[in-house]
């Protein structure tokens, strides 16, 4: 809903300069607010802010929040192509003497970016190595909350510095991600093991496991990469997996590798290195890599009991829209919880709303109506069988493109939906040779002659 008020200026916290951060700086600039972004680490970047340094963090990433923030390890590559990466007016192009793969390393996303930053003067307004230690309501003057009273403490400190900082602001953006707090399993012996285990949130290289048998729990992204990468240095991989009917993809790689096997879940961890699986069948392993994915962790934060992460990390909630919670919306709200999108212009979209309903350019709907939408979806996901923690897993372009009427953001091109699903299709057929493959010239030459390209077209390598 379009606001008819005069526009309003606040001054806003945003927690975390990763992607989701910086477009919610952009954005919020965009509509005339002042903004300070708080950054616990030297640059911008956030997960793409590669940390090869983790000698000392806690190998099953227990502790929260983790000394090293980002888990992205030295090969890891994007899962789909450049084109469709960019935000909606700074595409992802070539540049010269770059990393120009169609499907980039993570260092390409990291200068990425930079240019970002750089094009919008976003660095200026980032406070870096600054962690937040709290987040809570504070009771005080102005109207930016909609409603005259709600304000904001946050709590930080600069690294090597004794001293906390104390500030009050209008609305606060919290934008600390989603992949950095390890979820692990319950399996008995795992806390008597006494060989390595460690969370894929900390491995970085496979030099560490030459002539190893590995053990890897979860078949997804991250474990199906580690487990390709160690094919060549490590002696045997083994996958466990929920279940055993596998991907054509996997399949392939099963028969291609001799020394790659699949078993069920992990039943138990022993003596001598045993990993016993749920069918009875056992190795003798040296090391065992949990890729069991993410929690979501906000350990700054008092939301007071109106908002949280529920379960164990499961979800962050309630929050309307995966954005706004009810009963403080709209000083407080999230940009990048949601999993399974297009995660640069979802969260452009995510930051747009929140400018525009901050500056009094949207309206949102009665706290009471932001509960009730809140409860009946998540009644939904119970009624569907649908765990909690896949609560903010949207796999749904339709919603994207539904989200984006709240502020007026552009629909996901056709070319860009495609080349998306069509990655997906190709990783499901051949898991090692998709992203050296070049299936889609048509759809890339559709992608170039849109206007999301041709006006930056020049900065491209040629």
């Known amino acids: 809903m379009v606001s008819g008020r005069s526009l309003r200026a ?13 477009v919610a700086a952009r954005e919020l600039r965009k509509e005339g607010h002042a903004v300070v972004v708080l950054e616990q680490k030297g640059d911008v970047g956030g997960q793409w802010l590669y940390d090869g340094k ?4 806690d190998p099953l990433g227990r502790a929260a929040p983790p000394r090293v923030h980002s888990s992205v390890y030295a090969s890891l590559r994007v899962l789909e192509p450049r084109e469709t990466i960019g935000f909606t007016d700074f595409p992802f192009l070539v540049r010269k003497d770059r990393d120009g793969r169609r499907f980039p390393g993570h260092r390409e996303i990291f200068l990425y970016l930079l240019d970002f930053c750089e094009r919008f003067q976003l660095r200026e307004t980032v ?21 005259g009273a709600l304000k904001w403490v946050v709590k930080s400190k600069e ?16 934008a600390t991600g989603h992949y950095s707090q390890p979820r692990l399993p319950t399996i008995r012996g795992m806390e ?4 390595t285990q460690l969370h894929s949130h900390v491995y970085r290289v496979p030099d560490p496991f030459r002539d ?7 078949v997804s992204y991250s474990g199906r990469d580690i487990a390709i990468e ?5 002696k045997e991989v083994h996958l466990s997996a929920k279940s055993l009917s596998v991907s054509p993809a996997l399949s392939k790689l099963l028969a291609a590798h001799p020394n790659l096997h699949l078993h069920p879940q992990v039943e138990s961890l022993g003596e001598g290195g045993k990993v016993e699986f749920k069918d009875g069948g056992w190795v003798a392993a040296d090391a065992v890599i949990y890729c069991t994915g993410y929690s979501y962790s906000l350990p700054f934060l008092d939301g007071g009991g109106f908002v949280g992460v529920e379960g164990d990390g499961d979800r962050v909630g309630p929050l309307f829209e995966h954005t706004f919670p009810p009963s403080l919306a709209p000083s407080l709200s999230f940009v990048g919880i949601p999993r399974k999108v297009i995660g640069f212009p979802f969260f452009e979209a995510q930051a747009r709303w929140i400018a525009q309903v901050l500056s009094g350019r949207r309206n949102l709907p ?10 009946e979806f998540y009644q939904s996901l119970r009624e569907a069988g649908v765990p909690d923690r896949w609560t903010h897993d949207i796999a749904d372009f339709e919603y994207c493109d539904r989200y984006g009427d709240y502020c007026e953001f552009p629909r996901l091109e056709e070319w860009r939906k495609e080349l998306v699903l069509n990655a997906h299709m190709n990783a499901n057929a051949d898991l090692e040779g998709y992203r050296e493959a070049s299936p889609d010239e048509e759809l890339l030459q559709e992608a170039y002659r849109s206007p999301h390209f041709t006006q930056f077209i020049h900065e491209a390598t040629p």
Request: aromatic letters at 4%; proline letters at 2%.
């Open 127 to 147: 406070r870096f190595n600054t962690r937040v230690s709290y987040v809570g309501m504070a009771a005080g003057d102005g109207d930016c909350d909609g409603g």
């Open 159 to 174: 690294e090597g510095s004794e001293k906390e900082t104390e500030e009050v602001f209008d609305a606060v953006v919290i």
């Open 192 to 195: 008597v093991w006494k060989r």
């Open 230 to 234: 160690l094919l060549d240095i490590a």
């Open 10 to 22: 606040c001054r806003i916290c945003v927690v975390g300069a990763g992607p989701s951060g910086l």
């Open 366 to 375: 009665s706290p009471e109506e932001m509960m009730r939408s809140a409860e």
């Open 54 to 57: 983790v000698a000392g963090e």
């Open 212 to 218: 190893q048998v590995v053990v890897l729990l979860g």
